[in-house]
Each structure stands twice: as structure tokens, then as C-alpha cells.
């Protein structure tokens, strides 16, 4: 399986991806902060966050007795960079031409 493939497996379950909202919002939680916002056991949290640290998506950090987990964004954006990027771009810039046009005719008339 790829570093892509791991990603995309990650990013394709609503509660892994509910999880990395919540990192985003407040990074460095501990398990029990992140199972006291979902409505499963503490193993089925475990799991999840076993699929993003596979992915790269989670790093997880001891601070004392503690683990602490954090986002990294850094394979989201090379998703984004590989597969989003590039076939957007033609189309944004097709989109921007089309209203340079259509801008500059309403100025004609």
C-alpha cells in the first residue's frame, strides 16, 4: 500500500476525519479527550487513531505518563498538491479568462 493509499483509507472514515477536525481545532490531545467527543469505546478510538498514525496524519508524542496527539497537515497537502491541484488549475484559469471576457464586453456597451 502507498503513503496515497494510506491517506485516502484515513480520510474516507467520518469519525477519523471528525477526529482530525478536532486536532485542528486544538492540537495535543490526549485519548481521553478525544473518546470524550465521540460516542465509542475507548479501543474503538484507539483504532481509528492507530489508521491516521499509519497515514502519517497523527503523530503521536509522551509528555510524562500522557500521549499527546497531534495533527500533521503535511500529507493532506501532498494529496492536494497531486490530485486536486493540478486538475483544478485549468479550469480556475479557464473560469478567470471567461470573466476577463465577460467583464470587458459589459465595458464595451
Known amino acids: 500500500m502507498t503513503d496515497d493509499d494510506r491517506v485516502f483509507k484515513a ?3 467520518p469519525t477519523r476525519r471528525f477526529l482530525l477536525d478536532l ?9 481521553t479527550e478525544l473518546e470524550s467527543e465521540l ?12 489508521v491516521l498514525e499509519a497515514a502519517g496524519l497523527v503523530v503521536t508524542l509522551r509528555s510524562g ?5 497531534y495533527l500533521n497537515p503535511v500529507p493532506i ?3 492536494h498538491d497531486r ?6 488549475e485549468g ?9 476577463k471576457e465577460l467583464e470587458n464586453n459589459d465595458d464595451d456597451q
Open 91 to 99: 479550469r480556475v484559469s479557464a473560469l478567470m479568462d471567461l470573466k
Open 83 to 88: 490530485w486536486i491541484d493540478k486538475y483544478t
Open 65 to 69: 505518563r500522557e500521549k499527546l496527539h
Open 11 to 13: 480520510l474516507a472514515d
Open 39 to 50: 460516542s465509542m469505546t475507548r479501543f474503538g478510538v484507539m483504532k481509528h487513531l492507530k
Open 77 to 79: 497537502r501532498l494529496i
Open 23 to 31: 486536532l485542528f481545532v486544538r492540537d495535543g490531545r490526549t485519548l
